[in-house]
């Protein structure tokens, strides 16, 4: 791995943890409170493409195992993994990845309307298919139950998804840009 990439990866760990700084907004009626770091996961994604993206989801994860109180609320620690959110924490790495994965296949140029679909599909509904079993299984309640309250994500969900693909189009769009013109100025100077 190439130090630009791990320099990459680290940033988007950072970037998990300093949205895990944001206050999360806890509901009566599920344990799982709404968090702004799945916006974080959605950007990975878009950003840093499949490899990358997932793989700064694991880092971030593993900074979290080993008990650095980086989720929102200050929680932290390996006890986070046996919890309510452990679906939804442990879907992260593949949720990147899978949206990373849609990126790097869409025909360039990207648009926001299709990287919007990709994080509702791989950073949405893909989460939530693995988060809300979870919730039912720890809290011993319906899939059903569970799967309604976890509808109270979704606005949220939403707009983390608009502002991940607007934000990450345009910064793929400026580092792919600048990586073009570095490459080319090299070639022109050898």
């Keep these: 791995m190439k130090t630009k990439e791990m320099t990459y990866v680290a940033l988007f760990a950072a970037i998990m943890i300093v949205l895990g700084f944001l206050p999360p907004i806890v509901l009566p009626f599920t344990p799982v409170p709404i968090t702004a770091q ?14 990358l993206g997932g793989l700064s989801m694991i880092v971030f ?13 200050g929680r932290g620690g390996a006890g986070v993994f046996v919890g309510p959110s452990a679906g939804y924490l442990l879907s992260w790495p593949l949720s990147a990845f899978l949206i990373g994965l849609l990126v790097e296949k869409a025909r360039q140029p990207l648009q926001v309307w299709k990287v919007f679909l990709y994080n509702f599909v ?26 309604v309250s976890g509808l109270a994500y979704l606005p949220g969900d939403l707009l983390k998804a608009v502002i991940a693909a607007t934000l990450g189009v345009k910064i793929r769009q400026r580092l792919f840009k600048n990586q073009t013109a570095l490459t080319q100025n090299r070639t022109i100077s050898q």
Aim: aromatic letters at 6%; charged letters at 5%.
């Design 38 to 51: 799945t916006l974080g996961v959605m950007l990975a994604g878009v950003v840093l493409g499949a490899r």
């Design 61 to 73: 994860l593993l900074v979290i195992a080993a008990g650095v109180p980086g989720l929102a609320g």
């Design 122 to 147: 791989a950073g949405i509904v893909f989460v939530y298919l693995c988060g809300i079993p979870v919730v039912a299984f720890v809290m011993d309640i319906s899939l059903e139950t569970a799967a």
